[in-house]
């Protein structure tokens, strides 16, 4: 009797052992905060974390996120965006893909080109993109309470599905430098708003690999001028404001750089955040567009922004007054300031030294 009853029971149980989901991608870089909603609930994204299908990710002010897909296919979402991996499988070693770009500025590069039964396709709620091999930048943002969708093609080929506009003209081809605002098409009714940028503009923007477009219209509906836009960006990085982590292109705005600005000092144990990636430590402060130089005394540091200065933030007095202390334990940090990727307002980061590396402390 017991011989018949455990072969029944093993089948039994086997019935109920759940299939492990297979990530799709991970996180390669995450600069600021980001979070994921999967299946209802929302969590934090971390550097390295895993990204599934039906994953929302959202990403706050003043942050950048990159996410490695498992076809090498490389997504990039700027500040204050939501993007949907809707579909993603690949069954009989065909990719069936459908991204949705919810709000927000992306950057994107499929380095795999589809092939004969593939699909892969980029969305939002004006228009939709087929891809083959490509590599491209969307915005989805509002304008007089309408979402409006901008697109500018740097590699590769795309098919426009714009049938929602409502224009004769429901799908057409975009190729290498085009570029148009949804709105605009419906507004013109054909396709004589698309733009081509300059062949120096489009290898300038290949180059800087973490920019993001410009939005293409401003919040009264009128259209912008993208290549004086970026004429005036690349001018402002060929004067030396271009060098550092990453580059960003903000909303209305040129092209913003990563660069560091550094202070030495002891520290203490708060605001961990953000230590990958460490840039060396500097003494003085590099040019910005964004920020006034950071003023380094054995007193005293203070922030200038805009004309306007302020006391020591909280943690940095602390560790003024923590120094001994922290220089018994060995530890010992620096400040810094950069400006994120797609964002204009300079963010503050810490990373941490051993006391012996400092020439001297705050």
Same mark, same amino acid.
């Given at each position: 009797?017991?011989?018949?009853i ?10 109920? @052992?759940? +299939?492990?989901q ?14 994921? %909603? ?11 974390? %895993? ?25 990039? +979402? ?25 709000k ?18 980029f ?10 091999g490509? %590599? ?16 500018? +093609?740097?590699?590769?080929? @795309? ?6 506009l ?24 054909g ?14 923007m ?29 001018g ?8 550092? @982590? ?25 605001? %961990? ?25 054995k007193?005293?540091?203070t ?44 963010? $503050?980061? $810490? ?12």
């Amino acid at each position: 009797m017991f011989r018949l009853i455990l072969p029944i029971t093993l089948a039994f149980t086997l019935c109920f @052992i759940p +299939l492990v989901q297979a990530s799709i991608g991970t996180v390669a870089l995450l600069k600021g905060q980001a979070e994921v %909603e999967r299946k209802g609930v929302k969590g934090q994204l971390h550097q390295n974390d %895993e990204i599934f299908e039906l994953d929302v990710v959202h990403t706050a002010p003043s942050s950048f996120i990159k996410m490695a897909m498992s076809d090498d296919t490389i997504i990039q +979402l700027g500040p204050d965006a939501s993007f949907k991996f809707a579909q993603h499988s690949d069954e009989g070693g065909l990719r069936q893909e459908v991204f949705e770009l919810i709000k927000g500025k992306l950057r994107t590069a499929v380095h795999k080109k589809a092939k004969d039964g593939e699909s892969i396709k980029f969305g939002t709620t004006s228009v939709a993109l087929g891809v083959r091999g490509t %590599e491209f930048m969307a915005n989805a943002y509002m304008v007089k309470g309408k979402m409006t969708t901008d697109v500018l +093609l740097l590699k590769g080929k @795309i098919a426009a599905d714009a049938s929602q506009l409502g224009t004769a003209v429901k799908t057409f081809d975009v190729t290498e430098g085009q570029y148009f605002n949804t709105t605009q098409i419906a507004q013109d009714g054909g396709l004589q708003s698309v733009k081509t940028l300059s062949g120096e503009a489009v290898q300038k923007m290949l180059e800087n690999g973490e920019a993001f477009l410009p939005d293409l219209m401003d919040a009264k509906g009128v259209l912008q001028d993208l290549g004086a836009s970026l004429s005036s960006a690349f001018g402002q990085m060929g004067a030396g404001v271009g060098a550092g @982590i990453g580059a960003g292109i903000g909303a209305g705005a040129g092209l913003l750089a990563g660069a560091a600005v550094g202070v030495l000092g002891a520290g203490s144990d708060k605001d %961990e955040s953000d230590k990958k990636d460490s840039p060396p430590p500097q003494m003085e402060a590099q040019p910005q567009t964004q920020a006034a130089p950071v003023v380094v005394t054995k007193e005293i540091v203070t922030i200038v922004y805009k004309d306007k200065e302020g006391p020591d933030p909280v943690d940095i007095r602390e560790a003024k007054e923590q120094r001994k202390r922290m220089h018994k334990e060995n530890r010992c940090y620096y400040w810094f300031y950069k400006v994120i990727p797609g964002s204009f307002t300079p963010e $503050r980061f $810490r990373r941490e030294r051993d006391c012996d590396e400092y020439e001297f402390d705050l």
